[in-house]
């Protein structure tokens, strides 16, 4: 029902100067959904969550978070919202030490004592981050690089989590770890759009997927459904 969607994106097209990125795209998440997008580079799947965490403007349509038409707020309004994004190649501070990149990510929050208790959760939910905690990200390995920049999302409190391909680059245990925490964090309730190259992982873990190509919505359904698809097995599934 429209009650519980908690994003709907309604012929979205983005452009970059003269190149088209993404054409009337239509899609919803609903609340507690797993939501996972699939297709090759330079597909849209990047773009798609910028225009939803208004890093880039849309040339056409809209975008609802919780009924809210996003356009009207401002990008730091919608993380108080509830809506993070953690970018692509991590976006961490490395000159900062891995407890004041959680910190900054409650930028948005005022309820210190609630801070401080999410600070330790997040240190004992990532027990490496928790070893390292006086340490400069910059220091960190590539896991653990992505796993302070999916912690310092949580520090938000997000209903929703916009993950760019978070297992990028990783060894094979490494991604294993953060499927096995993004799994735990369906569990506790928080809706995931998640881009992925890894088309197999992404609809293993996902409810429902899109799948895009040069900006256009090629085939959308349930993500057994796609994993079953000639077509994307073919071009995705390898
Ligand atoms: P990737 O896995 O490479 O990030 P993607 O599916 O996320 O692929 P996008 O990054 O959304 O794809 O890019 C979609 C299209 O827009 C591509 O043709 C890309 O070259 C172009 N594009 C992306 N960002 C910009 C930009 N800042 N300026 C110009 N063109 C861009």
């Known amino acids: 029902s429209l009650d519980s969607q908690l994003l709907v994106l309604e012929n979205v097209s983005v452009h970059y100067g003269q190149i088209q990125a993404l054409r009337q795209f239509n899609l919803t998440i609903q609340a507690g959904e797993c939501v996972t997008l699939i297709g090759a580079n330079g597909a849209g799947k990047s773009t798609t969550l910028k225009a939803i965490s208004r890093l880039v403007n849309l040339s056409q349509g809209q975008i609802l978070y919780q009924g809210r038409n996003i356009q009207r707020y401002r990008a730091e309004s919608l993380v108080s919202f509830g809506l993070a994004h953690v970018p692509e190649g991590r976006r961490i501070l490395s000159r900062l030490t891995v407890l004041d990149n959680l910190k900054l990510g409650a930028y948005c929050r005022q309820d210190w004592p609630q801070i401080k208790a999410d600070l330790a959760q997040q240190l004992q939910f990532f027990p490496r981050l928790a070893e390292r905690q006086h340490q ?7 896991g653990e690089q992505q796993m302070l920049a ?18 990028l680059g990783l060894a094979p245990v490494i991604v294993q770890e953060i499927f096995r925490i993004l799994r735990e ?3 506790q309730g928080i809706s995931l759009l998640l881009v992925e190259q890894n088309a197999n992982l992404a609809l293993a873990i996902a409810d429902r997927g899109y799948v895009l190509e040069s900006g256009e919505l090629i085939v959308s359904g349930k993500a057994q459904d796609l994993a079953e698809d000639q077509r994307v097995k073919q071009a995705y599934l390898g």
Not at 151 to 166: F, G, H, I, V, Y
Request: net charge positive.
């Open 136 to 142: 400069l990200a910059g220091t960190l390995s590539g």
């Open 185 to 187: 964090l369906r569990q």
């Open 150 to 167: 999916l912690a310092r999302a949580l520090m938000s409190r997000p209903k929703l989590l916009l993950l760019d391909e978070p297992s």
